[in-house]
Each structure stands twice: as structure tokens, then as C-alpha cells.
């Protein structure tokens, strides 16, 4: 079976993440959804919570697990026995980073990394922009997963 890692702080899980996965499950047989867990840094909805959503999110797909882990990513996709890892690419700058950590990982382990592009309609949507939009009141429902902002809504992180 080829498993594929998706690492990530999905913080949050956007339509783009949501893309990537979907479009990963081509070629792969199973994704890996890894949650990056960092003590150091608090993140804007907790790590438990993500977690949970994206179970919820993907509940009826076989072929999709969402884990937490700490540490290198590396370590972990040996753990979970991938073949590869999954990166998205939205632009030049993200395309230097990812190439980058490729070198980096396939070094350490010999794993190769799987980049897909962002689809044109999605590649201006990150994380830390959701988090800004909704830090200043913005619905941020329309670049998130459908149904994916009720996961996450709770009196601690707020959605409008």
C-alpha cells in the first residue's frame, strides 16, 4: 500500500490543504494527514482540535488518517511507513522553500517529496491570511472546507 504524508500545522485547514488531499488520492492509496504539534508555539486553534476536525472532516474516507505527532517529519513518515511526502506549491517562494526541504529530507532518509501546485482558484489562500481575515471580524467560511468552520467554531476560536 503507498502511503503519502501530508505534514502541517493546518492551523487552519484550508480549501487548498482540502485540494491537495483530494487530488493526492489519485496516485496514492492512503494519505496521512500529520498535525505538527510544537509546545514552543500556541497556535490559533488547538492542536486536539484540529486534530478532531479533521477526523470528523474525513470520517467517511478510508483512505484518509489524521495523526498528531512531534518531532521531525522524517521520523514520523517512517512511522507511518510513507513512501513519500506531500507538499503544496503556491508560488516561487514556496516552491524554493519545498525544494529546500526535499534536499534536506531526502538526505536524512532518502524520502522523496510529491509537490502539486495549488489550483489558480486557490493559491492565494493560506493559513496565516484566514487567521488574519477572521482576527479582524472577516468571514472566513468561504476558504475553508465546506462544513469545516463549524468543526473547528467553538467559544475559543472565533469565527465570525
Not at 496516485?27 to 482540535?49: L, R, S, T
Request: with cysteine.
Amino acid at each position: 500500500m503507498k502511503t503519502i504524508l501530508f505534514p502541517g500545522s493546518f492551523d487552519p485547514f484550508t480549501r487548498g490543504h482540502y485540494s491537495l488531499v483530494e487530488r493526492s488520492l489519485a496516485f496514492c492509496d492512503e494519505v496521512v494527514i500529520a498535525v505538527g504539534v510544537n509546545e514552543q508555539k500556541a497556535g490559533w486553534i488547538p492542536a486536539e482540535q484540529r486534530v478532531d476536525a479533521l477526523r470528523k472532516l474525513y470520517k467517511r474516507n478510508a483512505r484518509v488518517r489524521v495523526e498528531s505527532y512531534h518531532g521531525l517529519t522524517t521520523d514520523f513518515a517512517a512511522v507511518v511507513g510513507a513512501c513519500a511526502i506531500l507538499r503544496g506549491v503556491r508560488t516561487i517562494k514556496d516552491f524554493e522553500y519545498e525544494m529546500q526541504m526535499a534536499d534536506i529530507n531526502r538526505q536524512l532518509t532518502g524520502i522523496e517529496t510529491v509537490c502539486l501546485f495549488a489550483e489558480s482558484a486557490l493559491a492565494a489562500i493560506s493559513s496565516s491570511v484566514v487567521r488574519e481575515l477572521a482576527h479582524f471580524g472577516k468571514d472566513i467560511s468561504p476558504f475553508l472546507p465546506d462544513g469545516y468552520h463549524i468543526l473547528i467554531n467553538d467559544e475559543n476560536t472565533p469565527l465570525t
